[in-house]
């Protein structure tokens, strides 16, 4: 038998994936409102860029930290959102999507012990990326977070806003709360808003836009979310320049770069993709509205969503646990949706569904919820 690394044998699969390989076999019928992913295609000329580039031989590797035309278009698409400069050549890293981007940082800054402040519920890979990084999580409630501890051990805050899984995002007062717990204890924050651009209550507002945040922050973003290109693995994180080329020391060993031709269908995205974008924020948004209306409807509570794009629905008046709910509803109704647990302890009696499908398979699953609840006698 082979003698694996301890923290890798006891880390649990993902509550996500672990769900949906009982989706795999449960038959063509099932509609999954389970996977954060958009269902447009990415924008043709999008995709076309990319064809293009590989058809002009463009498949050599690119610098470790991107392609610097990327880097400097990144830079362009903060400074018009926040007012806030970062260097292209020294504080902008390109990296395999945002996760890769959060296991860089969690990895360059923590040393045995560290502690971790995660939100819970929360999204599903800061727990894990923090243990095998050799650091402790301790949790917080992003819906009050005027309630967060903070002790000599702990060294980074992480932030995800609009957050998945429940949609939320900070006010000004909450960020500011937030940053005046930051200068106090020291802490380096990784603010993943990769959601930014889908807020659709008001306007987003970066944690770097925050007094004195922009020296201690880690912000990552892309464009997987905002212009349906999941499948691309382009993300980014920007900070200071020794911590990311702290994060550069380990992406040049663990992943080189980023892919190249998808470099370059970021760089059309950023440049003539907003329109489409906009376009396809509207859609989530009807949606979104769609949804909420339904599920009133229904009388089941749920967390109102303010960006992203899920809902995280309130199931405990079901005397079910999440789990037991989500297997009966595959298999009575061929609906999929995510245990609320797979996102935290907090996540317990509350189940995640996406509205980033077609409307018609949203007006399907609510139907099929509907009866499902209704069923129960609730």
């Known amino acids: 038998m082979f003698v694996l690394n301890e923290t890798v044998k006891n880390l649990p699969p993902s509550g996500i994936r672990k769900f949906f390989d009982l989706v795999i076999s449960a038959g063509p019928d099932v509609i999954s409102l389970g996977v954060g992913e958009p269902d447009f295609p990415a924008p043709w000329h999008i995709r076309e860029s990319v064809i293009f580039a590989l058809e002009k031989g463009f498949t050599s590797y690119s610098e470790n930290g991107g392609l610097l035309e990327l880097r400097e278009e990144i830079s362009k ?39 971790v402040l995660v939100p819970d519920p929360g999204y599903v890979m800061y727990k894990p990326l923090v243990q095998l990084a050799g650091g402790k999580c301790e949790y917080y409630d992003p819906t009050n977070i005027f309630d967060i501890k903070v002790n000599k051990n702990t060294k980074a805050l992480v932030l995800n806003f609009p957050g998945n899984p429940i949609g939320n995002i900070f006010t000004k007062k909450e960020l500011e709360f937030l940053a005046d717990l930051v200068k106090k204890n020291n802490l380096i924050v990784i603010s993943d808003e990769i959601y930014s651009y889908l807020s659709f209550v008001e306007k987003h507002i970066s944690f770097i836009e925050i007094a004195d945040m922009f020296e201690r922050t880690l912000l990552f973003d892309g ?17 200071p320049k020794e911590l990311i080329g702290a994060l550069t020391k380990i992406h040049q060993y663990a992943a080189l770069c980023a892919p190249t031709p998808s470099q370059v269908g970021a760089i059309e995205a950023i440049r003539r993709g907003e329109n489409e974008a906009k376009l396809m924020k509207q859609k989530f948004d009807q949606r979104r ?24 629905v309130n199931i405990s008046g079901s005397k079910m646990d999440d789990v037991t709910f989500c297997e009966k509803l595959l298999k009575e109704q061929n609906l999929a949706i995510v245990p609320g647990s797979a996102f935290g302890t907090k996540g317990k009696g509350y189940v995640r569904m996406t509205y980033a499908e077609s409307t018609k398979n949203l007006e399907l ?14």
């Open 365 to 378: 699953a609510l139907e099929r919820l509907s009866k499902f609840w209704k069923k129960l006698n609730i």
């Open 223 to 239: 464009l997987s979310k905002s212009h349906s290109m999941t499948g691309f693995r382009i993300g980014w994180v920007c900070g």
């Open 77 to 115: 698409k903060i400074y018009k959102q926040t007012k806030k400069k970062y260097c292209p050549k020294s504080e902008i890293l390109v990296t395999n999507g945002v996760s890769e981007g959060v296991d860089l940082a969690l990895r360059s800054i923590l040393n045995p012990n560290d502690i």
């Open 289 to 312: 509205k769609f949804c909420i209306k339904k599920l009133e409807e229904i009388g089941i509570p749920f967390h109102f969503p303010k960006g992203a794009f899920y809902i995280f």
